[in-house]
């Protein structure tokens, strides 16, 4: 199995920029693929990025387009997140999962991070 560990979360102001990082032990993340998902109080759980394996293909949804930015570096085990132009309904728990394929539905994947909350304010 392979384990997820978020970081990268905090407080910011509207306008601001953060990085998360969803680094994986355990086994290679180069034989899966990672999303990232978030959750509001009260919420449903919704994506927000995913990139394949290889990294070739790469979704978003259409409230990140063109702020958010999602890489990985598979030398270094980790998929990264770039999150720009926050906006305060960008405010929630953010996680990450693995998956054998990019999908934009949270119950295609196995398996899950704990999570971590990125609060921005207006």
């Known amino acids: 199995q392979v384990q997820l560990v978020e970081s990268g979360g905090g407080l910011v102001q509207a306008g601001g920029s953060l990085r998360l990082s969803c680094a994986a032990s355990g086994r290679a993340l180069n034989g899966y693929a990672v999303g990232w998902f978030r959750q509001a109080p009260g919420k449903e759980r919704n994506f927000v990025a995913t990139i394949s394996r290889s990294g070739d293909n790469i979704y978003y949804a259409d409230s990140v387009k063109g702020r958010f930015t999602i890489s990985r570096n598979n030398v270094e085990n980790t998929v990264y997140l770039q999150m720009n132009s926050l906006k305060p309904e960008d405010t929630a728990v953010y996680y990450c999962?693995?998956?054998?394929?990019?999908?934009?539905?949270?119950?295609?994947?196995?398996?899950w991070g704990r999570g971590t909350q990125v609060t921005v304010s207006s």
């Open positions: 999962a693995a998956s054998l394929w990019a999908a934009v539905t949270f119950t295609n994947y196995n398996y």
